[in-house]
């Protein structure tokens, strides 16, 4: 089994709230910014401040819009995105395997 690449981990992934909004997104689709935040469970703040890292490192975009009067955000999951948290997870799945346990799904 080759080693595991403990440096390649994604440290803009490897965050849990970051890990969350990526799960969600991957699994869900698009979110608005409340909906992430009832579902994550978190601060409007700590969560704002996650998805600046995420929009950042290009791995979510954000559609802004008006619904009524008040302002609505919603952000999607990128194709970077989706590949960086692929190799994340599959460098988890890798981590678990060479611990001789059975990976989730498999």
Same mark, same amino acid.
């Given at each position: ?16 709230? %970051? ?6 997104? !991957? ?22 401040? !996650?998805? !600046? ?15 009524? %009067? %008040? ?21 988890? !799945? %890798? ?12």
């Amino acid at each position: 089994m080759p080693p595991i690449d403990f440096n390649g981990l994604d440290t803009t992934v490897h965050g849990p709230l %970051r890990l969350g909004v990526l799960t969600a997104l !991957q699994l869900d689709g698009p979110h608005d910014f409340t909906t992430l935040k009832k579902r994550l469970e978190i601060a409007d703040g700590s969560l704002g401040l !996650q998805l !600046q890292k995420l929009e950042e490192a290009e791995y979510i975009r954000s559609e802004k819009a008006f619904v009524g %009067r %008040r302002p609505k955000t919603t952000y999607h999951l990128t194709k970077k995105g989706r590949a960086a948290l692929a190799h994340y997870l599959d460098t988890l !799945q %890798r981590l678990l395997q060479a611990m001789g346990r059975t990976p989730v799904g498999g």
